[in-house]
Nanobody, 128 residues
Framework: QVQLQESGGGSVQSGGSLKLSCVAS????????MGWFRQRPGRAREGVAT???????IHADSVRGRFTISQDADKNTTYLQMNDLEPEDTAVYYC??????????????????????WGQGTQVTVSS
């Protein structure tokens, strides 16, 4: 199995920035899609951004223009640069990868169908 480990969360004020990292390790490789999901208080987990091998990305409407997903293949690391953070961004952020036989679009929905491995999550808290 592949292990995913997030880091970079913390507490910032509104308008601040954080950069999350997700390092993949283990004998099994990641799938074609890497992604970030989040779970805000009182809400279900939701897709934030995904990236496919080759660089194609999808960002949720709520974060587009503020968050950017990227990868460094040499470091087995996926990043989420978060700028202009808002209190509504407060959530536990999870790194995920798609099942290895999945070759389609890296949707930010359909998480149960597409995404099969998850990190433990990292807390992001944004205060006003």
């Amino acid at each position: 199995q592949v292990q995913l480990q997030e880091s970079g969360g913390g507490s910032v004020q509104s308008g601040g920035s954080l950069k999350l990292s997700c390092v993949a390790s283990g004998d099994a490789g990641v799938g074609s899609c890497m992604g970030w999901f989040r779970q805000r208080p009182g809400r279900a987990r939701e897709g934030v951004a995904t990236i496919r091998s080759g660089g194609q990305t999808i960002h949720a409407d709520s974060v587009r223009g503020r968050f950017t997903i990227s990868q460094d293949a040499d470091k087995n690391t996926t990043y989420l640069q978060m700028n202009d953070l808002e209190p509504e961004d407060t959530a536990v952020y999870y790194c995920t990868t798609s099942r290895r036989d999945y070759t389609g679009i890296c949707w930010i929905t359909r998480e149960l169908e597409i995404y099969t491995a998850w990190g433990q999550g990292t807390q992001v808290t944004v205060s006003s």
